[in-house]
T-cell receptor, first 113, second 114 residues
Framework: GESVGLHLPTLSVQEGDNSIINCAYS??????FIWYKQESGKGPQFIID?????DKRQGQRVTVLLNKTVKHLSLQIAATQPGDSAVYFC????????????FGPGTRLSVLP | ETGVTQTPRHLVMGMTNKKSLKCEQH?????MYWYKQSAKKPLELMFV???????ENNSVPSRFSPECPNSSHLFLHLHTLQPEDSALYLC?????????????FGPGTRLTVL
């Protein structure tokens, strides 16, 4: 497959370990956040979302934490697998200001065997 | 599959060519988006359509011309592009009603301008 070619921060983790990917967002009025996963040669894939009235949400092997005080979002992946290798980026939105999302630059996750 | 398809997946064109990118969504969404993803940059919003009406043009050069004939289809017409327009062009759709605000992306068209 082809890479999107971004020179991104990279996180390398051992297979089976937990991964934590961080994102700082810009707008204190943002009230909805999404984490996306983008594999080589593919479009972004929805992983998990969270609204600003929550500070934690869990999915299957993934947890998103939201700290509105410092405008920080994190994605935790439990028992990281080789298939988790991808670029991960967050997106923020404020429904009161239209339907547009602002995307972070992304982090490349590499899972080591 | 996300329910959003894009064709072609790869496109190589010269600067004098005219081509079109197509996006189709089968999700019943009413908002559709064009994004540009190039190296060293986050996703850049280009256009937004809401119920077939353009609601956002993010200062995109006129050599990119969007068209939304209905809520399921979105086109991006390209003419006299520049090499710096080479990028991955992503289409996305989103519901405008209900509890979900999630945006779903297609696989993208990898565009190379020679």
């Amino acid at each position: 497959g082809e890479s999107v070619g971004l020179h991104l921060p990279t996180l390398s983790v051992q297979e089976g370990d937990n991964s934590i990917i961080n994102c700082a967002y810009s707008n204190s009025a943002s009230d909805y956040f999404i984490w996306y996963k983008q594999e080589s040669g593919k479009g972004p894939q929805f992983i998990i979302d969270i609204r600003s009235n929550m500070d934690k949400r869990q999915g299957q092997r993934v947890t998103v934490l939201l700290n509105k005080t410092v405008k920080h979002l994190s994605l935790q992946i439990a028992a990281t697998q080789p298939g988790d290798s991808a670029v991960y980026f967050c997106a923020e939105n404020n429904r009161n200001y239209g339907q547009n999302f602002v995307f972070g630059p992304g982090t490349r996750l590499s899972v080591l065997p | 599959e996300t329910g959003v398809t894009q064709t072609p997946r790869h496109l190589v064109m010269g600067m004098t060519n005219k081509k079109s990118l197509k996006c189709e969504q089968h999700l019943g969404h009413n908002a559709m988006y064009w994004y540009k993803q190039s190296a060293k940059k986050p996703l850049e919003l280009m256009f937004v359509y809401n119920f077939k009406e353009q609601t956002e043009n993010n200062s995109v050069p006129s050599r990119f011309s969007p068209e939304c004939p209905n809520s399921s289809h979105l086109f991006l017409h390209l003419h006299t592009l520049q090499p710096e327009d080479s990028a991955l062009y992503l289409c996305a759709s989103r519901p405008t009603s209900g509890s979900s605000d999630t945006q779903y992306f297609g696989p993208g068209t990898r565009l190379t301008v020679l």
